[in-house]
């Protein structure tokens, strides 16, 4: 049994005020530590936290914390009211786009 990986879930459901979620990722990025890319519309586990109130719109500015499925080190997303869309906060790159090795229209 692997006691770290239980170590590590124990740290990350004692955060107050963190709700686990299963979010669809908004764009593609890849991990600063390990270069693994998570495609935009994957779907991972997170920690969804209201961090504020955007005074333009009276809307909560939520934090969703990941992490890499590969290496397990934390990134994370801000909600972003003003452009209707989510920004990067720390622990990745946005990727633009991924080219794949097949088109699609074949």
Known sequence: MDTKHIDTMQKYTTKKSAKRVRMTMPFGLKCNKCDRHTD???KLYCFKRAIGIDSTFEVEIYRFEF???CCRSDFSIVSDPGRYDYVLES?????AKRFHRFPYYL
């Open 67 to 69: 992490w890499c499925q």
């Open 91 to 95: 622990g990745a790159t946005f990727v």
């Open 40 to 42: 935009k519309g994957e």
